[in-house]
């Protein structure tokens, strides 16, 4: 019992101290000390032969005596401002404790201080310049005032957030330090995940008390981000505050940047760009295009309002591996002006060319670099080379058909017959002469058509193919398929239903791109992402971090975050510390006047 | 052993058999005085006889001068070979043989009772041992303690009369209580006990802390045309006291008490006071011719009273 009595007593004298029970402190410690001086200081009793010898001169013992009182009453004047000093350090600190910690969100009365993380958002909207330095610098400024307005009872700990968490301190009730961990915050271009963030501030405030989190931040999350508020151990809300930045929308960024090699021409790429704008209006903007250190290509695009853009430069000269996009034009976020893409590699492929000779076909191959192997074999080994159809990424069957249809395989047939024909019909038909191709029946967004110009090809006669369901006519004259494409698993067989030969196809440019693409569309990975522009070496940015709409009020779990508790102990001087200095100072010239006999 | 070392040995013997000398005067203090007067003799051998010869016209033997006879004068002191060959009738006069008459004043006031070791103790050392040098040359001798309770022993001759003073000097006790009675105070009431009766020499033993000033003691007594010696005592920590801080000193005499915070400064304001005072003494010894000694209470008695012989102006 005497224990708990004595940790009570410890914990109320740890505790801040009330101003009322500062101010009759006051009243009784001043009357005490001024009981004290006025009954004097009990000296040394020293008998001394012969006084006289000590006293000197009447007059100078006199004036020595008006000396001494008025020395005595400085000496009570500064004991007297030495208590006050520590009185008002001890009160201020109750004030702040008061004012601060003396009720909750629910109105309840609180003693004791509070268990509070900083999450400061670093992520890439939070570069944003539509505050004064950088919507960062806000909320850093924001983050010394929330610190600034915590009581001495309180404990803080900073931490940053983007894609992960960071934490900048430990639990502190020094403002100084926690200023100087929230300087230490930098920008980050990564987006930011807030439920990772209030995760780590849950579990760090856990068996804490009075647990808060305060999130500072421009709100840029997902509905998903915001689905869910942090809970503590018991599965009850924690008391999550929310302090906004960011003043207006006014960026439009690039959202992603892709380029890859053309087989046929690897000095040039493929460039697929998306661009949106978040303004409010109608936007201009100027795209450029870099590589090797020089522009190659100049955009100019106008955009509506939220107005995302897909942009395709087919063929562009990039000698370098890397390509550059930038935005002209000054908005509110830098970070997403400009993106930079690897070029990725043109891999080795390995072709098998089964057939007679063909300058046509060869010169074709032969264009396709020297990333490509080809190899050769007579129409005689037709059957063997679908046999090793495996070991190549692409066949090519040049005026002969093995006598089986492939089951697996990539294939790309010219003028298939006979029985092993994959599009044999059921009946054998002859074929038609002087196909027209008809321009509406061309799928240009297929990869084998992509770029390819086939109109006005004229073709001596084409054969009869016939489609199985799942088979798609990229190309046909009527009813009559032209380039045909089929597609199973494990299986991909491209056809022309003419002898190319029989046709001006390869005195076009369109001829070595249909190889290529092939090539491409046969090699392609199934797994990748079919859109052309944002395979390899693409750079893709979250488009959240690009809006850059501030976000005044944020909801977690459906609920309304409310603001930090206003600093009142900013409505007036913190006294607290400087008086504490003062009695030290105080304390310092006592010593030193006593000792110097300047008082007393 | 020498007559006067038997007699004191004798008297110390009569002293410590019947334990009448106190803690004051032990057998070593006793050896050292007999030592210390046969040193002293042997010091001013040839210049003193013990004896002094007193200017009053009287019985002795050698003749000092002539006056007019007026009747009534002894007819057997009348010179006859001047009045058959001038018929002038003139008496002889002979100077008289007479004995010096010393007085040794002690200041007991409660003043000399301080320091460490106390002033008083080197007083009655010294004020003992000058009557025992006295005495030892057959001279009169009386110790008086001013501003004391007791009064001291009636003048004496011979080395007999050391145990009483002595006795009275070991039972000596400052006068507690009593106001403050000035050093020339004191002086003035002996001088009037002591009367004119006859000149003398007067050693004056005292810390001269005086609020009349050093020198009023010593003007009273060549007034009263004796000769006078002053040994002057101060304590060690009179000299360089080591008092610090905030005090309240105490008057040891008149009990007044003072607040004073004793600074570096203060002090060096007290050590020139005191400075002065003593030179005031000895500016006014040097003026008036009278041997005056300074000395401080933790000297040994006996290199002091020795050092005083050999100044010399003492009782030769």
Redesign the interface.
Known sequence: MKLQGLAKVIEGASGALPAATGAVIGVVGAAAITALYLLR?R??????????????APGA?RAARRT?RVRHWLSLALALGLFAAMLVGAVDVGLETGERGAIDQSGRSLRGGRSLVLLIDRSASMSATDEAGSRLAAGRQRGNEIVGSLTGADRALVASFAADVTAESGFESDPRRLARAIAGVGPSDEPGDLQRALAFAAAILRGRPRPTIVLVSDGGFTDDARRLAPVDADGRALDVRYAPVGRRADNIGILSLAARRIPADPGAVETALVVQSFRPAPSTVGVEISGGGLIVEKVTLTLAPGERRRLTLPNLFAPDTRIEARLTGVDDLAVDDDARATIPALPHRRILRVGGPDLYLDGALLGLGRTVHVERLPAADADRAAARARDFDLVVFDGVTPSVPPKEGRFLYFDPQGVGNPFAAAREARPVRDPVLDPASLHGDHPLLRQLDLTDVNIAEARRLALAPGDVALAASFDLPLIVARERPGLRIAALAFDPRRSDLPMRPAFPLLVANALAWAARDDAADATPGVDGGATVRDPRESDTKPVPTLALGGRTLTPPDPAPRHSRPRFGSWALMLAAALLLFDWLSYHR?WT? | MTPAGDNAARADGAARADGRIGSRFDDRFLRKLESLALTIRRTTAGRSHGMRRSRRVGAGLEFADHRDYVPGDDLRHLDWNLYGRLERRALRLYEEDEDLSIDVLVDASLSMAMGQPPKLDLAFQIAAALAYVGLSNLDRVAVTALDAEAAGPPPGRGKARILPILRYLDALRPREGSPRTSLAAAVREFLSRRGGRRRGLVALVSDFYDPAGPRAALELIGRNRLEAIAVQISAPDELAPQLRGDLQLCDAETGETRELTISPRALADYTQRHAALLRELGGYCRERAIPCFTLSSDQPFDAVVLRMFRAGGLLG
């Open positions: 200081l000296r040394r009793r020293v008998v001394v032969a012969f006084a006289p010898l000590w006293l000197g013992e001494r006999r007393t």
